[in-house]
C-alpha cells in the first residue's frame, strides 16, 4: 500500500512544481500595480477557501470528493493560461489558494518544497503591495512645492 501512496504523492509534487513554474512565470511577467491587485486578490481567495468544510477540496465536484487532492488547482490553473489578462488574474490568485491549503500541512518532503516557493512568492507578492506606489503620492507635497 505505502508503494502507490508513494507514487501518487511524488507524481502530485511534480504536477504542482510544473504549475507553480507557470505560474511564477505569469506573475513575474505583471507589472508591479497588478502584482499589488494580484496579491489582494491571493489573500481574499485564501479566505474564501479557507472558509468551506475541506479547503482542498473547494471547487470539487461532489462525485470526485474520495479524489486525495482537489479539482480546484486543475480548473484554476486552466484558467491562469487564459489569454483574458482579468481571467488569468483571478486564476492566478484561486491556484495560489488552492496549493497553499493543499502543501501547507504536509508532512511529506517531496511537497514541502512546492510549500517552500509559494510561501515565498506570496511573501514577495505582499512585499510589493507594502510598497507604496508612486502614483499614490501625487497629492503629497515635494520639497520644493514647500519651500515657496
Same mark, same amino acid.
Given at each position: ?6 507514487? &501518487?504523492?511524488?507524481?502530485? %509534487? ?7 513554474? =507557470?505560474?511564477?512565470?505569469? &506573475?513575474? +511577467? ?8 494580484? /496579491?489582494?486578490? #491571493? ?6 477557501? /479557507?472558509? !468551506? ?5 473547494? =471547487? +470539487?465536484?461532489?462525485? *470526485?470528493?474520495?479524489?486525495?487532492? !482537489?479539482? !480546484?488547482?486543475? %480548473? ?5 493560461? /487564459? ?7 483571478? =486564476?492566478? #490568485?484561486?491556484?495560489? *489558494? ?13 511537497? $514541502? ?26 497629492? $503629497? ?5 514647500? #519651500? *515657496?
Amino acid at each position: 500500500m505505502k508503494l502507490p501512496t508513494r507514487l &501518487i504523492v511524488m507524481l502530485r %509534487a511534480r504536477q504542482l512544481a510544473r504549475q507553480l513554474r =507557470g505560474i511564477e512565470r505569469s &506573475i513575474r +511577467t505583471l507589472p508591479e500595480r497588478s502584482r499589488s491587485r494580484l /496579491s489582494s486578490l #491571493a489573500l481574499r481567495e485564501i479566505e474564501q477557501v /479557507s472558509s !468551506g468544510d475541506i479547503p482542498r477540496l473547494y =471547487g +470539487t465536484t461532489p462525485d *470526485a470528493r474520495h479524489l486525495p487532492w !482537489g479539482q !480546484g488547482t486543475e %480548473a484554476s490553473y486552466e484558467r491562469a493560461c /487564459s489569454k483574458n489578462p482579468e481571467v488569468a488574474m483571478r =486564476g492566478i #490568485a484561486l491556484w495560489m *489558494a488552492m496549493a497553499y491549503h493543499e502543501t501547507r500541512h504536509t508532512t511529506d518532503p517531496r511537497l $514541502q518544497p512546492q510549500y517552500r516557493q509559494l510561501m515565498q512568492l506570496l511573501r514577495e507578492m505582499k512585499e510589493v503591495q507594502a510598497t507604496p506606489d508612486a502614483s499614490d503620492n501625487w497629492m $503629497q507635497p515635494t520639497r520644493s512645492s514647500q #519651500a *515657496a
